[in-house]
């Protein structure tokens, strides 16, 4: 018996009790190779003795401060370090306890901040359809995934979602991929006008989707015209890279590939590689410079903000990602693994698309290739594929509603970026074998 409240009360989770690099170990002895990085966090893999003794190092300097009262060093160099690297224009560094804490924090920084520049009809928040966002209520409201969002509905406020900039799905046949983003981006002017530019605070964007839709970046040209649309109407442009960030992507910040700045950008899951729970949203000067002269205050706050144990660890993770060029590691690696998926799944009858940027990848699972239609989603496909691979020892990170919250299937992978090219040909042969024993014969 378990007193411990799972995430799913029918299915009994093994107990791990070790990591080995890209591995984690049950109790009986199993190994399980970790391609999703748990949920795109372990970009270190398991066991990294160096930051382990880092943190090993702060308990036995300081475990606890409260930033109501002071701060740490820590969190101090942490900040630095990441202003230090950050997108032009970025100035200021709060530290949370993960991705949903970040988006929050963003969602009502944004409101505070039109509230002090003395714009208190800007209230109105846009995201787009088949985002993700975060499982608290408000993160959870910026987020468009239906599955997620239903049951909650009447306590979320009210957000507007455009369409995503998904190519594979919404490009037309006779549009070029630039003529496309441009018309994705479109629904953002649209939008604000819609809603009266006056009353508009702000606009909330993965870089490149996560869970709900698996791995899909915004085509050339897409967000470098979000920014300018954001720019026109003085509306804020929130990335939020707690999935794709801190070097998934090949670049330290996602953003970096489109060539934009946010105004104010959130981060997670790789910031602490699994290490410690940590987050953080990153403002504009411009915004904590509002903030400073208007009330001086940021009326909001948790008890673990700026964890001197979690901003060790966070700090040594990404001096790990800096000093160990494990930031190119994951853009050279990703795009080599990435190769043997097209090699191995890019004749697939049931593989219909490919994608992502470094060591953030995704495949669509479709019932006919040819008019990228999905299965029918009474077949549970998603969730008989982590099972499935699962007792191959492969972790993944299969989900279901890709095209609208209810139907299509995709698998997101986001390895570890030590990985090397045995362990990913076995990541391949995995998929490959699960495949076969989940999918019909093909025809």
Known sequence: MSNIFPRHSKWQAPVAVGGDGCYLIDKEGKRYLDASGGAAVSCLGHGDTEIIQVIKDQLDTLEFAHTGFMTSKPAEDLAELLVEHAPDGIDRVYLVSGGSEAVEAAIKLSRQ??????????????????????????????????????????????????????????????????????????????????????????????????????????????????????????????????????????????????????????????????????????????????????????????????????????????????????????RDKGAHLKDMLTQRFGQHPFIGDIRGKGMFLGLEIVEDRETKTPFDPALKLAAKFKKQAFENGLICYPMSGTRDGQIGDHILLAPPFIISDAEMTELVDKLDKTFTEILPKHP
Not at 125 to 130: C, G, K, P, S, V
Request: hydrophobic share 40%.
């Open 113 to 330: 901040y039109f509230l002090e520049k003395g714009e208190p009809q800007r209230q109105n928040l846009i995201a787009r359809r088949q985002s993700y966002h975060g499982n608290t209520l408000g993160a959870l409201a910026a987020g468009g995934n239906q599955w997620r969002r239903k049951q909650f509905d009447p306590l979320l406020m009210n957000v507007s979602h455009i369409a995503p900039c998904y190519e594979y799905v919404d490009r037309n046949a006779d549009e070029t991929t630039e003529a496309y983003g441009l018309r994705a981006a479109q629904e953002l002017e649209d939008e604000i006008i819609r809603l009266g530019p006056e009353t508009v605070m702000a606009f909330i964007a993965e870089p490149v989707v996560g869970a709900t839709i698996g791995a899909v970046p915004g085509v050339p040209g897409y967000f470098k015209r979000i920014r300018e649309i954001c720019d026109q109407y003085g509306v804020l442009l929130i990335l939020d890279e707690v999935m794709c960030g801190m070097g998934r992507t090949g670049h330290l910040f996602a953003c970096e590939a489109d060539n934009i700045s946010p105004d104010i950008l959130c981060i997670a899951k790789g910031l602490g590689a699994g290490y410690q729970p940590i987050g953080a949203m990153l403002c504009s000067a411009d915004i904590y410079a509002t903030i400073e002269a208007g009330s001086g205050f940021f009326q909001h706050g948790h008890t673990y903000i700026g964890h001197p144990v979690a901003a060790a660890a966070g700090l040594a993770v990404v001096k790990a990602l800096l000093g160990r060029g494990l930031i190119a590691q994951s």
